[in-house]
């Protein structure tokens, strides 16, 4: 698929966002200390892993402390209820919202039917919907995996659209394909695209999603027909959260991921989310199955420098595509004030905010998420 240089770029960004320049000795020498590095991320984490599994009771300093401020923090459930105010409305300038009450989909107790998993590009991923309809594709955060938009993809389907959904290298039921860096994903997304012949597409994201799908937008303007943008950023002077900071640091992030456990990881997710499932959990762990995936996590987050943005200028107001911002107003991750900075950067855009939803809206607001997405498509797209 033919790249389309981002609106806004300069050409020395678009140079160094392409790596244009980059003498060929110094490419070899970064893969030769990848090689090393990776063999001592690998120890460090076999390390930390075996004194879990021993029994041991160990503070890991930082990663610690970020694990306990994110959270032991107040659930939505936990806070007093308060009268309405601006922040409800997630007002800026000449920008309202709408809560997300107006739209709902009716889910069964069962996950809707979505077809078994496919394969292309080296990517498994589910899909929903006839081939011959116009073409979703939804692209999952960290630490999920394509299961996460189970039922969107059923809901898609019913309002025809074939709605797709990959595991991002590393992830779900997805081989690692290292290293698990944000570009590698990128790289990945437009194989997929690419493989599958899918032309123009409507592009819905979450979390890390976000960061990936609206770099490959910018790259692919012409293979983007509208955006769906949920709980992530793409913002040069945006600063990580604790947790990220904690992945981002060698030695601390190894250590992190190497304790994590299934009893934990399920822990942590409960009390970031009040819709997580036993079988949402079950799929997300996927993602820790072995050193390489988990490797992968630290690569994605210590390759996600905000500074490589700055090449991305204006891009998406250039899209000039419809775009919906859904949100969740309880993110610990990923606060509203990136929802209404997106809505007021993308001319024409709608903004739907969601109380009570934390960060993983598509798990804690499913029908309601759901909903919000089929309506903004159908009044939008034609």
């Known amino acids: 698929m033919q790249k389309r240089a981002c609106p806004g770029a300069t050409a020395p960004q678009e140079a160094q966002r392409r790596g244009i320049g980059v003498p060929q000795a110094m490419q070899k020498r970064a893969s030769s200390r990848f090689s090393t590095e990776h063999s001592a991320q690998r120890a460090i984490l076999f390390s930390s892993r075996s004194h879990v599994l021993e029994g041991h009771s160990r503070e890991y300093g930082r990663s ?6 994110i959270l032991l923090a107040p659930r939505p459930s936990d806070r ?18 709408v809560r997300g009450r107006r739209w709902s989909i009716r889910l069964p107790p069962r996950m809707w039917p979505v077809g078994g998993l496919g394969h292309a590009a080296g ?9 011959s309809d116009r073409v979703a594709v939804c692209l999952h955060g960290y ?38 860096t944000w570009e590698r994903h990128v790289e990945a997304l437009e194989r997929f695209v690419g493989e599958l012949g899918l032309g123009r597409i409507a ?33 040069a002077d945006r600063r990580w959260h604790d947790l990220a900071n904690v992945m981002r640091t060698p030695g601390e992030g190894e250590r992190l991921v190497g304790s994590y456990t299934r009893e934990a990881f399920g822990a942590g997710m409960r ?19 072995d050193d390489t995936r988990r490797l992968g996590h630290l690569e994605l987050y210590r390759s996600g420098d905000f500074e490589k943005l700055a090449a991305y200028d204006g891009c998406l107001a250039g899209l000039g595509v419809p775009a919906l911002v859904l949100w969740g107003e309880e993110d610990r991750f990923a606060g509203v004030q990136l929802a209404s900075r997106f809505h007021a950067e993308i001319p024409g855009s709608e903004l739907e905010l969601f109380e009570g939803a934390g960060h993983f809206l598509w798990d804690d607001e499913p029908g ?9 498509l159908g009044r939008r797209v034609s």
Do not use: N, Q
């Not at 007093?80 to 919202?97: E, I, L, M, Q």
């Not at 309601?368 to 903004?376: C, T």
């Open 123 to 131: 990517l498994a991923y589910r899909a929903a919907g006839d081939p």
């Open 80 to 97: 007093p209820a308060r009268a309405p105010t601006d922040r409800d409305a997630c007002r800026v300038p000449g920008v309202s919202a």
């Open 64 to 69: 610690h402390v970020a694990l306990r401020r």
């Open 203 to 235: 592009l819905v994201m979450h979390d890390w999603g976000v960061m990936i799908g609206l770099r490959w937008a910018c790259e692919h303007a012409d293979a983007v027909g509208a955006l769906v943008i949920s709980d992530g950023g793409f913002f």
């Open 271 to 289: 009390a970031l989310s009040s819709g997580i499932t036993e079988e949402a959990l079950e799929e997300y762990w996927k993602g820790f199955a």
């Open 143 to 180: 630490p999920e995996s394509s299961y996460m938009w189970r039922h969107a993809l059923a809901a898609l389907a019913d309002a025809g659209w074939w709605a797709l959904a990959p595991d991002l290298p590393g992830y779900g039921d997805s081989e690692p394909d290292p290293p698990g």
């Open 368 to 376: 309601r998420a759901a909903g919000a997405l089929v309506d903004f």
